[in-house]
């Protein structure tokens, strides 16, 4: 027994380490079937201008139904999924979708509409997405000023070129570009500079204490200036109380989406919260 060999010994059977790898394998097989199957779905959460709640768009937050564990979130598999070639089709899957959900929108009488697509590093290096994009919305009888891509820091300190190219491109075609999760990643200023990205959407670790902490006001205030200079709009996440709205919307934080004006809801929800909630183009909780 390679317990009873001492501790200077290699442990040939490690019960811990099997149950990781044992569990990773029944992901991977899990998820291969939730790709075949098409066992995801996209939730909606929507994004509203700060100063008059005027509806501007929806980010399009994926979910997998789960036959057996139900409803997963996508910190439990997005991870996953980047390690295997099944990602990209996962984010052709969502930006397709988003776009059917846009179409029926529109049919509903909301023409222009914005959805933001969370992607990441493969899904974004893909140099097919350009491409992909424009052929589905014309299929789909949409512009590309309702698509917003957003990508974190993390996934763009890479090739700087290649990244430079194909947000260049995406550009050009009239897509937007986010800097999702701003303030939490490890790219510098001089280079998010360089990029052309049109929207920071400030990280909801920096808006959930901005009524008690001196700092976190602080920092909302750089990175709002900081925007301003740099000609961006900026989204604030995780707004969960009237007082944070009152905050950004003084300091011309443009635009925001949270609990408080929101959850994300499935597709089914969201009609009837269009119905419910949205008077004169304002979305009023
Ligand atoms: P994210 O893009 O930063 O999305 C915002 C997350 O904050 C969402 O979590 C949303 O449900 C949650 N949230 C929204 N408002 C509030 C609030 O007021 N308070 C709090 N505490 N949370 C709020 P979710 O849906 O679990 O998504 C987690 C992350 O997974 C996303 O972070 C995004 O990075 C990633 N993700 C979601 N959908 C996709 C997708 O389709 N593709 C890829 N590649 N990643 C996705
Ligand atoms: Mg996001
Ligand atoms: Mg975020
Ligand atoms: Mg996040």
Redesign the pocket.
């Known amino acids: 027994q390679a317990k009873s060999n001492g501790k200077n010994q290699y442990r040939f059977f490690d019960p811990a380490m099997a149950a990781d790898a044992y569990k990773r394998l029944a992901m991977e097989s899990e998820l291969r079937r939730a790709v075949q199957e098409k066992e995801f779905c996209?939730?909606l959460?929507p994004q509203i201008a700060l100063t008059g709640r005027k509806l501007v768009g929806f980010?399009?937050?994926?979910r997998w139904r789960h036959p057996e564990k139900g409803l997963v979130?996508?910190?439990e598999f997005?991870p996953q999924l980047e390690n295997s070639e099944h990602i990209v089709a996962?984010?052709y899957w969502?930006i397709e979708h988003s776009m059917a959900i846009l179409q029926q929108l529109k049919l509903q009488g909301l023409p222009d509409i914005k959805i933001a697509?969370?992607?990441?590093s493969h899904?974004f290096d893909d140099e097919k997405l350009g491409a992909f994009i424009s052929d589905n919305l014309a299929r789909y009888g949409l512009k590309e000023a309702q698509i917003e891509l957003?990508l974190?820091e993390n996934t763009l300190i890479g090739d700087i070129d290649k990244v430079l190219t194909q947000m260049q491109e995406l550009r050009k075609r009239g897509v937007s570009l986010a800097i999702?999760?701003f303030g939490t990643g490890y790219s510098s200023l001089e280079y998010l500079r360089r990029l052309p990205v049109n929207i920071l959407?400030i990280d909801?670790s920096f808006v959930?204490d901005l009524d008690n902490d001196e700092t976190d006001r602080q920092l909302v205030q750089t990175i709002l200036a900081m925007a301003k200079n740099m000609h961006m709009d900026v989204v604030a996440?995780?707004?969960?109380k009237h007082s944070h709205i009152d905050f950004l919307a003084e300091r011309g934080c443009g635009y925001g989406?949270?609990?408080?004006i929101c959850?994300?809801i499935d597709e089914l929800q969201l009609m009837i919260a269009i119905d419910k909630h949205l008077i004169d183009g304002r979305w009023l909780g």
């Open positions: 996209l939730f959460q980010e399009a937050l994926i979130f996508p910190d997005i996962v984010g969502t697509i969370n992607l990441t899904q957003e974190t999702d999760d959407k909801r959930m996440e995780g707004i969960e989406q949270g609990y408080f959850r994300p």
